[in-house]
């Protein structure tokens, strides 16, 4: 049901922010890009670097101008030879064994390729810079970096300042899998004014007990069809379990993309979050009350 959001969450659990092969240091004479991650297709339309971009994965659909561009094959199986006739200058990959041996082949090809660093809030502020001065787009950068540090700041100020909900962000649903301590979306839900319900490291998987002696306030999940926010109705695939959340009616989805991206929509994410805890927070008492 997660496949995409799973796909990245194994991605952002290899990656690190480095160059392959001679560093490619040189400030703007990247004219032809290929990028084979979704979150830094993101990164790069917004530091208006669109049309510079060659090549994406099938799985980039944000924003809607990248879907025009050449498709070459999925995160976990592109194809080599598509990105080669493409004649890339620079190609931003992930740390995984696929991308390392595609890395290897497309320096014999003189294509310089970049790893991008994707795996909590202060790596988007590496990744945009390493983008940036890699583009020679390095003012972009800076103001982009301002941009989401200021947004993230305000939504961060929005907090009640009352008693935190336990709030379970669940990326699968058989078996249940969550967002757990340590993960960006743990840091979202800080940033919202919530507790992360999971208090395992990680991406921990749960079974019906554990939900219920776990006792969320909220339970959100992520869905890849949902556009924005939508609340459950009260019987609902959660309600099986006697939990604060099933019991309130506080169940919603949210678009799995936004949250499971890494980029420049963290502040839509962030948004999303608070959002909901908001809602939640109407009328309602929550375990540290």
């Known amino acids: 049901?997660?496949?995409?959001?799973?796909?990245?969450?194994?991605?952002?659990?290899?990656?690190?922010?480095?160059?392959?092969?001679?560093?490619?240091?040189?400030?703007?004479?990247?004219?032809?890009?290929?990028?084979?991650?979704?979150?830094?297709?993101?990164?790069?339309?917004?530091?208006?670097?669109?049309?510079?971009?060659?090549?994406?994965?099938?799985?980039?659909?944000?924003?809607?101008?990248?879907?025009?561009?050449?498709?070459?094959?999925?995160?976990?199986?592109?194809?080599?030879?598509?990105?080669?006739?493409?004649?890339?200058?620079?190609?931003?990959?992930?740390?995984?064994?696929?991308?390392?041996?595609?890395?290897?082949?497309?320096?014999?090809?003189?294509?310089?390729?970049?790893?991008?660093?994707?795996?909590?809030?202060?790596?988007?502020?590496?990744?945009?810079?390493?983008?940036?001065?890699?583009?020679?787009?390095?003012?972009?950068?800076?103001?982009?970096?301002?941009?989401?540090?200021?947004?993230?700041?305000?939504?961060?100020?929005?907090?009640?300042?009352?008693a935190a909900p336990k709030v379970l962000v669940v990326v699968q649903r058989e078996p249940i899998m969550a967002a757990g301590k340590g993960t960006y979306i743990d840091s979202l839900l800080e940033i919202a004014g919530a507790e992360n319900a999971a208090e395992q490291s990680g991406y921990p998987k749960y079974n019906a007990e554990s939900l219920v002696v776990m006792n969320p306030d909220i339970i959100i999940e992520s869905d890849a069809k949902t556009d924005g926010i939508k609340k459950l109705e009260k019987q609902n695939y959660y309600s099986r379990w006697k939990t604060n959340a099933a019991e309130e009616g506080n169940v919603y989805q949210v678009n799995a993309d936004v949250v499971s991206r890494l980029g420049p929509r963290i502040t839509k994410a962030a948004k999303l979050l608070r959002s909901i805890v908001k809602q939640s927070e109407k009328g309602k008492k929550f375990a540290g009350d």
């Open 1 to 162: 049901m997660k496949k995409l959001f799973l796909i990245t969450v194994l991605l952002a659990s290899f990656i690190s922010l480095s160059s392959c092969g001679s560093s490619p240091e040189k400030g703007g004479t990247q004219e032809r890009l290929v990028s084979l991650s979704p979150n830094i297709t993101e990164l790069l339309f917004a530091l208006g670097l669109g049309e510079k971009v060659a090549g994406v994965t099938s799985y980039c659909d944000y924003p809607a101008q990248c879907r025009e561009k050449q498709s070459v094959g999925s995160i976990m199986e592109p194809d080599i030879e598509t990105v080669i006739s493409l004649s890339p200058d620079t190609v931003f990959i992930s740390n995984t064994e696929i991308h390392r041996r595609i890395g290897s082949r497309l320096e014999g090809i003189g294509a310089e390729t970049v790893i991008v660093e994707t795996k909590n809030i202060d790596d988007i502020y590496s990744a945009i810079d390493k983008i940036s001065r890699i583009c020679g787009v390095q003012q972009r950068g800076s103001a982009l970096k301002a941009q989401i540090r200021k947004k993230l700041s305000e939504i961060r100020s929005l907090s009640s300042g009352g």
